[in-house]
């Protein structure tokens, strides 16, 4: 098994390397191959624009999409580019590891993700369980700095599952099967004594936890979403198919009562 970490955390001694390093020893163990994208170390640049496009269709207006297909189509897509896309075409399984900042993603692994997923790689009738990744696994491993019950769907900071549900349907967008995310709770700095040796010992169970997950990645089932068959021609959820998310529902409204 070919495995990339994708890791977006500015500190090296964060916990969030410490897991990235700690799933790359682990999958090593077990006889896999690892890769890893250290955005921050890489100084990998988030922000797309005409100045990454040396082959311009259109020098006068710049259109990303437009600039993407061409590049993808004429192999002229910037080498940072065009490697991330070759350790995903290498990989079986995918790792993104990052904090939960302002209710999303860190804006590094965003831009990656602007930048990566690279129109001509996809298409409009490659897509979903029929993107270009199908049969490719993809797991979220993220950090919060609240407590777990904070981020249950009564918490103040909102259903954790809902907050992920836009990273994950971009992954399932590109074809990949999307697993159970790793959510790691009440990740805080500057702790001392009592406290300090409680979050080790939750980070050790963690740790625990992870490697059970890790060394069955293989075969671990799938989050559900919606095939592209059950969609009409207009991209109509329809009638009969399956709910399995308030993002995409038959009803208009959601039943608060």
Request: aromatic share 12%.
């Amino acid at each position: 098994m070919n495995v990339l970490i994708v890791l977006a955390h500015p500190e090296s001694q964060s916990l969030n390397a410490h897991l990235a390093n700690f799933a790359a020893e682990t999958l090593r163990e077990g006889g896999a191959d690892v890769e890893c994208s250290d955005l921050y170390a890489m100084n990998f640049d988030p922000v797309e624009g005409p100045q990454h496009f040396s082959n311009r269709i259109n020098s006068e207006r710049f259109n990303a999409q437009a600039e993407q297909r061409h590049a993808f189509e004429t192999h002229t897509l910037p080498d940072d580019i065009q490697g991330e896309i070759e350790k995903l075409q290498r990989a079986d399984a995918v790792i993104f590891q990052f904090p939960l900042w302002w209710f999303g993603m860190p804006a590094i692994l965003k831009g990656w993700i602007d930048r990566v997923f690279v129109y001509g790689l996809y298409r409009s009738n490659q897509r979903f369980n029929q993107g270009v990744f199908a049969g490719k696994k993809a797991l979220i491993s993220v950090t919060y700095g609240v407590p777990e019950q904070s981020v249950l769907h009564d918490g103040r900071e909102g259903d954790a599952d809902l907050i992920l549900w836009p990273i994950h349907f971009r992954l399932y967008y590109m074809g990949f099967s999307v697993l159970p995310p790793l959510k790691v709770y009440g990740i805080r700095g500057g702790l001392q004594g009592e406290e300090a040796d409680v979050l080790c010992a939750y980070v050790e169970d963690i740790k625990d936890e992870y490697r059970e997950r890790l060394l069955a990645i293989d075969r671990t089932p799938a989050l559900l979403f919606n095939k592209v068959d059950d969609f009409d021609i207009e991209g109509k959820l329809k009638p009969l198919a399956p709910v399995y998310s308030p993002f995409i529902r038959h009803r208009k409204h959601l039943d608060l009562a």
